[in-house]
């Protein structure tokens, strides 16, 4: 639900949260939904790992999971956050 008066936020992963990469599964099977409210626009730059991208509401979508720490900043109008996790074997 688009809620302008609710700051920009991600709620999945959290920050600090670690996942668990099973090599013995497909790669392309192994990802992590990354789920982000409020924003006062319709669209959300997302930065993550050195890749961006653009995606309209609702902000959630999903990214691959790999072994390593990684970050996500996502943007919207004025607001600004970040996330960490790692992902371990």
Do not use: W
Request: proline share 7%; net charge negative.
């Amino acid at each position: 639900l688009q809620n302008n008066n609710v700051p920009l936020q991600i709620m999945t992963p959290r920050n600090g949260s670690v996942f668990f990469y099973d090599s013995l599964l497909p790669e392309n099977v192994q990802n992590i939904k990354v789920e982000v409210v409020g924003g006062k626009e319709e669209q959300l730059h997302v930065f993550y790992d050195g890749k961006s991208f653009v995606i309209g509401r609702p902000f959630s979508f999903e990214i691959p999971l790999s072994p390593g720490l990684h970050n996500i900043r996502v943007k919207c109008a004025d607001e600004e956050c970040e996330t960490s996790f790692d992902c371990r074997k």
